[in-house]
């Protein structure tokens, strides 16, 4: 067991195709060596995913397996696609293209608009949200700042889920989306949107697919060049694909199936974009041919975060549950979570910032902490917090970090020093690359030590120290470069928009936190009506809620803190209710539907490590695995006579209760139970599937049958 390492953002480059493959546990192993045929890799968070891939693409390459320009990886942001590339090059593979769907599209359409429609490429909308406004100006249809946002965000989700205007109401109400204004006015608002853009020659980002899957499908010859170009494809965050990306993603295959998705049902946290697990979870179905790896060793996270995103996942419904991952964590112990309650919302905030501010005087780099929030309107009690507590901060989500004004004259500087470095004085006697940069900057108001307090000069300092920090990564893992290869390499970041680490605590939305990491997380407003959302109403979308927490508290390496406020503003009064997915999991509360928990029983369970197959030692992780206790292909020892008379049990107690019989148990319990052939109430507990109430309900008849003797209890009015 250890800790995962702070990688470099400059590693060194492999010696060869064996040297890539060094380093990786036996199942990204097997991921990097499956080159051929459909691949489903079902990743948990912390368990090198993206390792995993860029590895598999490197080691095809470097091995002769396969060509680089035949290769796309398609992902669902700027910065992840940079990411990728930046690996990509470090391994030997830069020929690679690393792209997100919106900009592979992009090129395509760029390229093929004149011979297949003719003329220019119309021009991309810059400002979607006005056009809309203008829209419904022209609809009389008065918007305010959220609705305008929100109404902006149905038209999106309406064009991934190719829906038109006049099918939007309907569509709206099957997938129960919530509307922020009457879902005909929004149809309304949607088509005069549509009416406008044509008018003005105009297209946006959900065009982009649009038009190239409309093309693709029209023009055979032009989908066959792009099938001769890529004819290998890895999909990342697959979990994320919108029905719109989906089709797009087919059209590129054809009848190939050289494709490796990677992704986790657990961290679907996109559905209200259009995003949808399904294509993952029926992957296997359209491919009965596919290798199927999962990657549940944790090396993000302590084995006690692990524990409580465990422990959430575990009290999850629903399909994406059923295929949910176990973690395993392989970092060496920390501190348990810590669950704080504050009397409102201000003293929450003070009390985040001080545990913020010990940390950082303990030791932890302040870029190293986020606190992360279900909604932006959150930050701005957690700003001033930060502030008065003298810890610099940065709001993700805000201005672009190459489009600070700050960065992009550091950019400017660099790339004339770098032009001109024999007549800078700034850079006499000065060899190391690293200690040209510090110079260079240093006329740009760099300093060694940062200026005391917050605000816009704490900020821009705070920009320039990310500048400098990725020269030291790049002149240690490249020996010998010059300003004018970092110069290179900074522009290569800005077009990927692959930020540096900004040595502030982060404030972000959950959703704005997915796939980056901190050393300590402050998970904050943890009360029901804010996580999950008041508008959160039917089962999937209370489902969605918990995934969104699961995401949060897998973003810590070590320390984790988890807190709610009783009540909004002092002297209010205090009927706010810690978050309903803490119950059973922080400390005095009980578990959701266990009497046994409530009453603080004896029953309760301990806490239990990786789950193994009892007949080949395998982790298990599947939910129907865990209820069986082995692989569902090792063989069963069931006890056929004894499963029949738990049947025919359950069937009685149905009957009399009138409830389908697998709410009594499931026939994978029985199963588990038939197998196990409990003699005492300790192990039938411990068969999943068997809570405290079923187990005070039905246990003694079970161990009855199970004892070869005739069940005493009748089915009661109680259930």
Same mark, same amino acid.
């Given at each position: 067991?250890?800790?995962?390492?702070?990688?470099?953002?400059?590693?060194?480059?492999?010696?060869?195709?064996?040297?890539?493959?060094?380093?990786?546990?036996?199942?990204?192993?097997?991921? %990097?060596?499956?080159?051929?045929?459909?691949?489903?890799?079902?990743?948990?968070?912390?368990?090198?995913?993206?390792?995993?891939?860029?590895?598999?693409?490197?080691?095809? #390459?470097?091995?002769?397996?396969?060509?680089?320009?035949?290769?796309?990886?398609? +992902?669902? +942001?700027?910065?992840?696609?940079?990411?990728?590339?930046?690996?990509?090059?470090?391994?030997?593979?830069?020929? #690679?293209?690393?792209?997100?769907?919106?900009?592979? %599209?992009?090129?395509?359409?760029?390229?093929?608009?004149?011979?297949?429609?003719?003329?220019?490429?119309?021009?991309?909308?810059?400002?979607?949200?006005?056009?809309?406004?203008?829209?419904?100006?022209?609809?009389?249809?008065?918007?305010?700042?959220?609705?305008?946002?929100? #109404?902006?965000?149905?038209?999106?989700?309406?064009?991934? +889920?190719?829906?038109?205007?006049?099918?939007?109401?309907?569509?709206?109400?099957?997938?129960?989306?919530?509307?922020?204004?009457?879902? %005909?006015?929004?149809?309304?608002?949607?088509?005069?949107?549509?009416?406008?853009?044509?008018?003005?020659?105009?297209?946006?980002?959900?065009?982009?697919?649009?038009?190239?899957?409309?093309?693709?499908?029209?023009?055979?010859?032009?989908?066959?060049?792009?099938?001769?170009?890529?004819?290998?494809?890895?999909?990342?965050?697959?979990?994320?694909?919108?029905?719109?990306?989906?089709?797009?993603?087919?059209?590129?295959?054809?009848?190939?199936?050289?494709?490796?998705?990677?992704?986790?049902?657990?961290?679907?946290?996109?559905?209200?974009?259009?995003?949808?697990?399904?294509?993952?979870?029926?992957?296997?179905?359209?491919?009965?041919?596919?290798?199927?790896?999962?990657?549940?060793?944790?090396?993000?996270?302590?084995?006690?975060?692990?524990?409580?995103?465990?422990?959430?996942?575990?009290?999850?419904?629903?399909?994406?549950?059923?295929?949910?991952?176990?973690?395993?964590?392989?970092?060496?112990?920390?501190?348990?979570?810590?669950?704080?309650?504050?009397?409102?919302?201000?003293?929450?905030?003070?009390?985040?910032?001080?545990?913020?501010?010990?940390?950082?005087?303990?030791?932890? /780099?302040?870029?190293?902490?986020?606190?992360?929030?279900?909604?932006?309107?959150?930050?701005?009690?957690?700003?001033?917090?930060?502030?008065?507590?003298?810890?610099?901060?940065?709001?993700?989500?805000?201005?672009?970090?190459?489009?600070?004004?700050? #960065?992009?004259?550091?950019?400017?500087?660099?790339?004339?020093?770098?032009?001109?470095?024999?007549?800078?004085?700034?850079?006499?006697?000065?060899?190391?690359?690293?200690?040209?940069?510090?110079?260079?900057?240093?006329?740009?108001?760099?300093?060694?030590?940062? /200026?005391?307090?917050?605000?816009?000069?704490?900020?821009?300092?705070?920009?320039?120290?990310?500048?400098?920090?990725?020269?030291?990564?790049?002149?240690?893992?490249?020996?010998?470069?010059?300003?004018?290869?970092?110069?290179?390499?900074?522009?290569?970041?800005?077009?990927?928009?692959?930020?540096?680490?900004?040595?502030?605590?982060?404030?972000?939305?959950?959703?704005?936190?997915?796939?980056?990491?901190?050393?300590?997380?402050?998970?904050?407003?943890?009360?029901?009506?804010?996580?999950?959302?008041?508008?959160?109403?039917?089962?999937?979308?209370?489902?969605?809620?918990?995934?969104?927490?699961?995401?949060?508290?897998?973003?810590?390496?070590?320390?984790?803190?988890?807190?709610?406020?009783?009540?909004?503003?002092?002297?209010?009064?205090?009927?706010?209710?810690?978050?309903?997915?803490?119950?059973?999991?922080?400390?005095?509360?009980?578990?959701?539907?266990?009497?046994?928990?409530?009453?603080?029983?004896?029953?309760?369970?301990?806490?239990?490590?990786?789950?193994?197959?009892?007949?080949?030692?395998? +982790?298990?992780?599947?939910?129907?695995?865990?209820?069986?206790?082995?692989?569902?292909?090792?063989?069963?020892?069931?006890?056929?006579?004894?499963?029949?008379?738990?049947?025919?049990?359950?069937?009685?107690?149905?009957?009399?209760?009138?409830?389908?019989?697998?709410?009594?148990?499931?026939?994978?319990?029985?199963?588990?139970?038939?197998?196990?052939?409990?003699?005492?109430?300790?192990?039938?507990?411990?068969?999943?599937?068997?809570?405290?109430?079923?187990?005070?309900?039905?246990?003694?008849?079970?161990?009855?049958?199970?004892?070869?003797?005739?069940?005493?209890?009748? %089915?009661?009015?109680?259930?």
């Amino acid at each position: 067991m250890t800790a995962a390492p702070h990688s470099s953002s400059f590693p060194a480059v492999a010696e060869s195709a064996d040297a890539v493959l060094l380093g990786l546990d036996p199942e990204q192993r097997e991921v %990097a060596t499956t080159l051929r045929g459909p691949v489903c890799v079902l990743a948990g968070a912390g368990t090198g995913k993206t390792r995993a891939i860029t590895h598999r693409i490197a080691y095809g #390459v470097r091995s002769g397996q396969l060509m680089p320009a035949s290769v796309l990886a398609v +992902t669902f +942001t700027n910065r992840a696609a940079g990411e990728m590339r930046g690996r990509l090059r470090s391994l030997g593979a830069g020929g #690679v293209q690393a792209r997100t769907f919106h900009s592979a %599209a992009l090129r395509q359409l760029q390229y093929f608009w004149p011979k297949a429609i003719g003329g220019d490429l119309p021009r991309l909308v810059e400002r979607k949200i006005q056009l809309v406004a203008e829209a419904g100006a022209r609809c009389r249809i008065r918007l305010d700042r959220n609705e305008l946002r929100d #109404v902006t965000g149905e038209i999106e989700w309406a064009k991934v +889920t190719q829906t038109v205007p006049a099918d939007y109401p309907a569509a709206a109400l099957k997938a129960d989306r919530e509307a922020p204004r009457d879902m %005909a006015e929004i149809a309304q608002i949607y088509g005069t949107y549509e009416q406008l853009k044509r008018d003005r020659g105009m297209i946006d980002f959900e065009d982009v697919l649009l038009l190239t899957v409309g093309i693709l499908q029209d023009r055979q010859d032009i989908a066959q060049t792009i099938r001769s170009q890529y004819q290998h494809f890895v999909v990342d965050e697959y979990q994320d694909v919108s029905p719109l990306q989906q089709r797009l993603l087919e059209l590129w295959l054809g009848d190939r199936d050289s494709l490796c998705v990677v992704g986790d049902a657990s961290q679907t946290i996109y559905s209200f974009t259009g995003a949808t697990p399904d294509h993952l979870l029926t992957f296997r179905t359209r491919f009965p041919q596919a290798t199927v790896v999962k990657l549940v060793r944790d090396y993000r996270s302590t084995p006690q975060v692990v524990h409580l995103a465990n422990g959430v996942l575990n009290q999850a419904r629903g399909r994406a549950a059923e295929h949910r991952l176990e973690l395993i964590s392989q970092r060496d112990p920390g501190p348990d979570p810590v669950y704080a309650e504050y009397a409102d919302e201000p003293a929450e905030a003070e009390g985040v910032a001080r545990r913020i501010r010990d940390l950082i005087r303990a030791g932890v /780099p302040a870029g190293e902490i986020a606190v992360l929030f279900r909604i932006n309107a959150q930050s701005e009690v957690y700003e001033q917090a930060l502030a008065d507590a003298g810890v610099p901060y940065q709001l993700r989500g805000a201005e672009r970090f190459f489009e600070r004004p700050e #960065v992009q004259r550091a950019l400017v500087t660099l790339r004339g020093a770098a032009h001109s470095r024999a007549n800078d004085p700034l850079l006499d006697d000065v060899v190391e690359l690293a200690a040209q940069v510090r110079a260079v900057l240093s006329a740009s108001g760099w300093t060694p030590e940062p /200026p005391a307090g917050s605000g816009a000069v704490r900020d821009q300092w705070e920009s320039l120290a990310a500048l400098v920090r990725v020269a030291e990564d790049f002149a240690r893992s490249r020996p010998g470069a010059t300003l004018a290869d970092l110069s290179v390499e900074l522009e290569e970041r800005r077009a990927a928009q692959h930020a540096p680490t900004v040595q502030g605590v982060t404030l972000a939305s959950l959703h704005a936190a997915k796939g980056l990491e901190w050393d300590a997380v402050f998970l904050v407003g943890l009360t029901d009506g804010m996580m999950p959302i008041t508008y959160a109403k039917t089962d999937e979308q209370i489902e969605e809620e918990r995934r969104l927490l699961y995401v949060g508290i897998t973003r810590a390496r070590l320390h984790l803190t988890l807190s709610w406020a009783l009540s909004r503003a002092p002297g209010g009064r205090g009927s706010r209710r810690p978050s309903r997915f803490l119950n059973g999991l922080r400390p005095g509360s009980a578990a959701p539907g266990s009497r046994i928990a409530a009453e603080g029983g004896s029953r309760k369970r301990a806490r239990r490590g990786p789950v193994l197959c009892r007949v080949c030692g395998k +982790t298990l992780t599947e939910a129907g695995e865990l209820k069986l206790m082995r692989c569902e292909d090792c063989p069963s020892d069931m006890d056929e006579g004894l499963y029949e008379r738990l049947r025919e049990w359950r069937a009685a107690q149905a009957k009399v209760q009138g409830l389908p019989a697998y709410c009594v148990f499931t026939d994978k319990t029985l199963m588990a139970i038939a197998e196990a052939a409990p003699s005492e109430e300790g192990e039938l507990a411990m068969i999943s599937g068997v809570g405290g109430r079923k187990l005070d309900r039905y246990g003694a008849d079970v161990l009855a049958i199970c004892a070869g003797q005739e069940p005493e209890g009748e %089915a009661g009015d109680d259930a």
